[in-house]
């Protein structure tokens, strides 16, 4: 679970969860009719929702849940555990970049843990957090599948291979100035 | 599991073992200690826990037996010093994170953990690191969580899942940050609490016996829970005279429940050692005036007085005796016994529900056991709302379907969330039950009985195929709803059903422990019904005498007929409406400090045992029974032992024949009473007085579409479940307190903003 429980900070979610969102927009809805379709079983459709839900909301917040506890017949409980397996999947709201560096084996050895520390120390945030500006967060996420070209990042669903600090540093001020352009959509 | 044998041998030594039986099983049965702490029997194999390590011949690595079918020629060694190697990495790893501080834990001395690191742990632990501490919790006011004591074993997600069909609970995260949670932390379910039963550390904990006592100073009394007519065995843990908790563990008790109980069984005990349990026997000397403590002379004499001038002003048949279906069937048996011949009244009745005498006179066939649900092929369920009412009922329902393959029909006005596991669910109007028992009884009255329960004629034709082409047990299950002449078909329905290879067998779901015992002692048979009792008060009944209360739903419009009585005697826990009234008072005995017998839904008559010894100056209710009928002349002679109560009853009831304690004494091997059956008959009479009635019934009523919440029933606050402070909390809606990490009971106030609908009753 990426929230840490404290006594003074209580978990955000709302265990009644209103029920906000009824339907989202008819193209959105029948893509995901589409995704439904595919599969024999409804809830097996729950990963590509969960990434309808969030490119919709921004994140997979509670009405999110709630929406796809209802859509695919399970409960709530099931988003939940789903969710926060799966480090694509943002339980809490993330800055409008979202750098994701891998911590895998192959890119921990190439040096992944450097990267990880200057990203923070330059953001100023700690992995799993959100700058204060709202642009940037931060978080460790598991093997992306480019081991070859280790250590790497993903901002969105755009991969940035063979990092080093001055690499990082130049995707970060392109990103801070406004000039990034995702190359993948999501 | 089939009946053809195979061999295996097993360190050295051949066993014929049934084919498709698991090794784990297996090896355990042979006397074989393999340790494991994921693999629960009926439960989905998880195999996640790897203690329960073996090694197969010609296969490469070590297995998991509790994975492992048994297969012909398997030859398995349990014992080694490899497998002992691994089981002792296996524990060290569980130790990593789990702290080493048994001494502060609640489940400490009752630990699998505990246990399993005697065993299999090492003196040392080689972890410097720091341990993956996090803080203690909350998770309702009935469950609190220690998550950094967790294994993931997960039997708890599982016991949730299969047993109580929820999902509240589930494992979060990912690796070495999974834990056992729910989204937003906090739990809305049943409060079943067998998460808390399963869990084999002290992870997760019963809220309502945080840090009271240790497991080791408790007298552990198996006994039979006071709640629904399921009669779930549970051991009561007691200190010093005091109730501390109830339990179902297996350690300590292995009834037909195995490890399952409800919130109301588990954590609603505490009514016993409540300081507003009556202390004494009471007087009210004058009407209208107050009710003043007296001795137990006094109070016998005056009850006894009250009840003999009553007699001698108006005759023996306007004193009513009334019984409670929560009371032993030792104390119905004296009550009826005091009615009929000492009193020698024809109103008697017990404050049930409703009655299920219709059905016992009529019955043609066999009661299934909660055993026989849980293995049936074809379940049909006719109103009723088990997962509420009879929760165990429930979990044996989804077991069957979900492990057994079972077949569920269910046939509710409301759409109960059983209806999610159901194959077939007939969404009928309300109070159209007796439609669908006539059409299920003979399908001529199809066409009526769809038209008045607004469902298609072709959904009648396939409930009937289901029950017609079932291989193996069928049973019918029904609830209140279902009018007496309904009943009678009900219980004869076995003449339809039955036939080579298929077994018709019926459930009736009462809602008290000792519905079916209040039938069996005859006091259900009386002239007069509850509510027509009240009815006749100060008319031609004159005087009452009543062993526990008069249900709210009996007292509804008929407030003040029990102040129309000359005298009352009450027998009771507590004061209550009924009480209010009485002109004596005496302090009763509750289930935790008697002992006797309840008679469940499933037939099965099993022991209740004295805790602790009876609270205040309370008497079991027999024994009061006993004491009057001494003082009015007639010793009953039973010498003040319960098992001579029941020794009577075994030779005077011909369900009970042959019965004694010692054969009760083991709760593993339930007992079923015979009930008499009755010969295949025309039932004409009855089917048309239904048809008469569904004729009337409404073409058009509207349905209920909304399916209830949980614990609408469960959370419902009565007598007994009133002096649980956590249960107010939940039946006002279970709100979620500022902080997780104190108890909510210190957090909130209920108030009557709060509080939901439909309080009140139970």
């Given at each position: 679970m990426s929230e840490q429980f404290t006594p003074n900070n209580p978990l955000p979610q709302e265990a009644k969860l209103p029920a906000e969102i009824a339907s989202f927009s008819p193209a959105v809805e029948a893509e995901i009719d589409a995704h439904l379709a595919k599969y024999p079983v409804k809830r097996s459709a729950i990963l590509p929702l969960m990434f309808i839900v969030q490119r919709e909301r921004g994140y997979l917040d509670p009405p999110g849940v709630a929406y796809l506890a209802d859509r695919l017949g399970v409960r709530i409980t099931d988003i939940w555990e789903v969710a926060t397996f799966y480090s694509m999947i943002n339980t809490k709201p993330v800055g409008k970049y979202h750098v994701q560096i891998c911590r895998t084996l192959s890119c921990k050895i190439m040096g992944a843990g450097k990267i990880t520390e200057h990203c923070a120390k330059r953001l100023g945030i700690k992995p799993g957090e959100t700058t204060e500006d709202g642009m940037f967060s931060l978080s460790e996420v598991e093997c992306l599948g480019s081991c070859g070209t280790a250590p790497m990042m993903q901002i969105g669903f755009d991969y940035h291979e063979n990092l080093s600090a001055e690499k990082v540093d130049e995707i970060l001020d392109s990103c801070s100035r406004g000039e990034y352009r995702y190359s993948m959509k999501s | 599991m089939s009946t053809e044998l195979i061999k295996v041998t097993i360190n050295g030594k051949e066993f014929q073992v049934a084919k498709g039986a698991r090794l784990i099983d297996v090896c355990r049965e042979q006397g074989f200690n393999i340790p494991s702490f994921c693999y629960y029997a009926d439960l989905a194999l998880q195999a996640s826990c790897r203690m329960c390590l073996v090694r197969i011949e010609k296969m490469p690595k070590l297995q998991t037996s509790c994975t492992i079918t048994c297969t012909d020629g398997m030859v398995v060694t349990t014992e080694s010093e490899e497998i002992e190697k691994a089981q002792r990495a296996m524990v060290e790893f569980l130790l990593a994170n789990h702290p080493l501080d048994c001494p502060i834990c609640d489940r400490g001395g009752e630990c699998e953990l505990q246990e399993m690191a005697f065993d299999w742990g090492n003196l040392e632990e080689r972890f410097t690191e720091r341990k993956n501490a996090q803080p203690e919790k909350y998770l309702s006011p009935i469950v609190a969580n220690d998550?950094?004591?967790?294994?993931?074993?997960?039997r708890c997600t599982r016991v949730c899942d299969e047993?109580?069909?929820?999902?509240?609970i589930e494992a979060g995260g990912r690796g070495a940050n999974t834990v056992i949670g729910t989204f937003g932390g906090w739990l809305n379910c049943s409060e079943c609490g067998n998460c808390i039963e399963v869990c084999?550390?002290?992870?997760?904990?019963?809220a309502t016996y945080r840090h009271q006592a240790r497991p080791w100073e408790l007298q552990q009394t198996v006994t039979t829970c006071t709640y629904c007519s399921d009669g779930c065995q549970e051991s009561v843990g007691s200190r010093a005279g005091e109730v501390m908790r109830v339990v179902a563990r297996d350690r300590y008790v292995n009834g037909h429940n195995g490890e399952f109980l409800c919130i109301k069984g588990r954590f609603a005990h505490t009514f016993i050692n409540d300081e507003t349990r009556l202390r004494t026997p009471m007087i009210r000397y004058k009407k209208g005036g107050k009710l003043i403590p007296a001795t137990w002379d006094e109070a016998v004499k005056f009850a006894t007085r009250g009840l003999d001038k009553a007699a001698e002003a108006h005759?023996?048949?306007?004193i009513a005796v009334v019984g409670s279906p929560r009371l032993t069937n030792e104390s119905l048996y004296a009550l009826k016994k005091f009615a009929t011949?000492?009193?020698?009244?024809?109103n008697y009745t017990a404050t049930d529900a409703f009655s299920l005498s219709p059905f016992f006179q009529n019955l043609g066939g066999q009661i299934a056991t909660h055993r026989d649900i849980r293995h049936a092929k074809t379940i049909v369920l006719i109103g009723g709302e088990p997962e509420e009412l009879q929760p165990f009922a429930g979990k044996q329902i989804r077991q069957a379907v979900r492990n057994g393959g079972a077949k569920l029909v269910i046939i509710n006005s409301t759409p109960i969330r059983l209806k999610e596991r159901a194959t077939q669910f007939l969404h009928i109007n309300p109070e159209t039950e007796d439609a669908a028992v006539l059409a299920i009884f003979n399908q001529a009255h199809n066409e009526l009985a769809a038209r008045k329960m607004g469902v298609q004629e072709t959904e009648l034709i396939e409930l009937r195929r289901t029950i017609t082409n079932t291989e193996g047990d069928v049973v019918i299950m029904f609830g209140g709803e279902v009018s007496a002449e309904a009943q009678s078909l009900l219980a004869q329905m076995p003449y339809l059903f039955n036939k080579e290879g298929r077994r018709a067998l019926l459930h009736p779901l009462p809602l008290y422990n000792n519905s079916v015992g209040a039938t069996d002692m005859g006091l259900m048979y009386g002239k007069l019904g509850a509510t027509e009792m009240l009815d006749a008060a100060g008319d031609s009944v004159h005087a009452m005498y009543v062993a526990g209360s008069f249900l709210p739903q009996h007292l509804t419009g008929r407030e003040d007929s029990l102040g129309k009585l000359d005298f009352l005697v009450v027998q009771e826990l507590f004061e209550t409406e009924t009480t209010r009234f009485a002109d004596v008072v005496f302090p009763a005995a509750s289930f935790a400090e008697a002992d006797g017998t309840f008679t469940n839904s499933g037939g099965l008559v099993q022991r209740v045992r004295q805790t602790i010894p009876p609270v205040n100056q309370s008497k079991q209710d027999w024994v009061i029974t006993a004491q009057l009928s001494k003082e009015l002349g007639v010793d009953f002679g039973f010498q003040m032992s319960a098992s001579a109560v029941f020794g009577e009853i075994a030779e005077r009831i011909p369900a009970y024949a042959g019965l004694r304690y010692p054969l009760l004494k083991d709760e593993t091997n339930p007992v079923q009473v015979k009930h008499a059956t009755i010969e295949q008959r025309d039932l004409s009479q009855e089917s048309e007085a239904i048809r008469a009635r569904v004729e009337k019934m409404s073409d058009t009523a509207t349905k209920i579409n909304a399916t209830p919440p949980v614990g609408h029933e469960l959370f419902k606050i009565g007598t007994l479940t009133d002096k649980l402070p956590q249960m107010h909390l939940l039946a006002s809606g279970n709100p979620k307190p500022p902080t997780l990490a104190v108890s909510p009971l210190y957090q909130i106030t209920v108030d009557a903003g709060m509080k939901r609908e439909a309080i009140g009753g139970d």
């Open positions: - | 998550p950094q004591r967790c294994i993931l074993c997960k047993w109580m069909g929820e999902d509240a084999p550390t002290g992870t997760l904990l019963d005759g023996a048949n306007s011949e000492l009193v020698g009244t024809e």
